[in-house]
């Protein structure tokens, strides 16, 4: 049974960064893409970035230049440094993985993990 866990949310202050983590458990995700969504309240599930590799690495435009996603391998594991955070980046953080078909629609990803909570004050 496939398993994700994030981890890392929290709350913090406009300018700060959070560093968030999905472990993967189950299977391999070394061929597939792993990524990020993220659910505000009241609003739909949006793309936030994935990536299979160094080379094939994609972001949402409000988060270019401040969140980096990068996985390691070796641990199954996916992650989303977040710097220079604004009260707008506030919700709920999944971690997908497993993608067939476009990287940045929610349906294209088979594995989801519960979310972490990222809330930033202003």
């Known amino acids: 049974q496939v398993q994700l866990v994030e981890s890392g949310g929290g709350l913090v202050q406009s300018g700060a960064s959070l560093r968030l983590s999905c472990a993967a458990s189950?299977?391999?995700?070394?061929?597939?893409?792993m990524g990020w969504f993220r659910q505000a309240p009241g609003k739909e599930r949006e793309f936030v970035a994935s990536?299979?590799?160094?080379?094939?690495?994609y972001y949402e435009d409000s988060v270019k230049g401040r969140f980096t996603v990068s996985r390691d391998n070796a641990k199954n594991t996916v992650y989303l440094q977040m710097n220079s955070l604004k009260p707008e980046d506030t919700a709920l953080y999944y971690c997908?993985?497993?993608?067939?078909?476009?990287?940045?629609?929610?349906?294209?990803?088979?594995?989801w993990g519960q979310g972490t909570q990222v809330t930033v004050s202003s």
């Open positions: 997908a993985a497993g993608a067939s078909g476009s990287i940045y629609s929610l349906r294209a990803y088979k594995h």
């Open positions: 990536t299979l590799n160094s080379a094939n690495t």
């Open positions: 189950g299977r391999t995700f070394s061929s597939d893409f």
